[in-house]
């Protein structure tokens, strides 16, 4: 069964450093997320992104956030400068396409800042 | 505003006997309703989704769902529970007519004692 991947599964890094959280999507899906889970919270949306372009952004995506699909395979999350809360679980999602279908997570990177 | 609740943090059931985990939403238009489980460590994986149809969809592993349009509920249900059903699980909804993302509710850990 297809699935997306998500490296690396644990980032450890310092207040202020600059991460970047790889995934790759399945190889059909048109449509990219990313969501982030605080221990312990809800299961967040960040950022939507199709025709390498975002789509859709939450508020919690601010100007520390960005995404690129810097090839036909992978899709990254990069965070420019990392504040202790941003300590979460990444998850990278995709889907075929809109709507009706069911959304594809991986398995997660776990992102502590210290 | 779309919005997902799960009124029960904590749901433990006896394994054999029936399990329902609790969901209710808020939406502006039709929703996409969707239950995700998480095992630890793991990503969030699909269980089952209610699209259009009949109110009551089956899912894996022995889920179902019915959906409830008059109480705007659509509760996880499986008849008999095993212990390997221990889990978080979360409800999820998609507006269509409001963008593309999904809106998780907090998670419910279901037990099953052996």
């Known amino acids: 069964e297809p699935e997306v991947t998500q490296t690396p599964s644990h980032q450890v890094t310092q207040m202020g450093q600059e991460v970047i959280l790889r995934c790759v999507p399945i190889s059909n899906h048109l449509y990219f997320y990313w969501y982030r889970q605080i221990l312990g919270q809800k299961v967040e949306f960040l950022v939507s992104f199709y025709n390498n372009e975002i789509s859709e952004k939450s508020e919690i995506f601010d100007d520390q956030f960005s995404v690129e699909r810097p090839d036909g395979s992978n899709f990254t999350l990069k965070i420019r400068s990392t504040k202790l809360e941003d300590s979460a679980m990444y998850f990278c999602?995709?889907?075929?396409?809109?709507?009706?279908?069911?959304?594809?997570f991986g398995q997660g990177t776990r992102l502590t800042v210290v | 505003a779309q919005s997902v609740a799960q009124p029960e943090d904590q749901v433990n059931v006896a394994e054999g006997n029936p399990l329902t985990v609790k969901c209710t939403y808020s939406?502006?238009?039709?929703?996409?309703l969707f239950w995700y489980v998480q095992y630890p460590n793991r990503g969030l994986q699909f269980l089952l989704k209610?699209?259009?149809?009949?109110?009551l969809v089956k899912g894996s592993y022995g889920f179902e769902a019915e959906f409830n349009k008059s109480q705007t509920s659509f509760h996880l249900k499986k008849p008999s529970a095993l212990v390997s059903d221990s889990a978080l699980y979360f409800c999820a909804v998609r507006d269509p007519t409001a963008g593309n993302q999904f809106y998780f509710g907090t998670g419910t850990s279901l037990t099953v004692i052996p």
């Open positions: 209610y699209i259009t149809g009949d109110n």
């Open positions: 999602a995709s889907t075929e396409t809109l709507g009706v279908t069911e959304a594809f």
């Open positions: 939406v502006s238009g039709n929703p996409y």
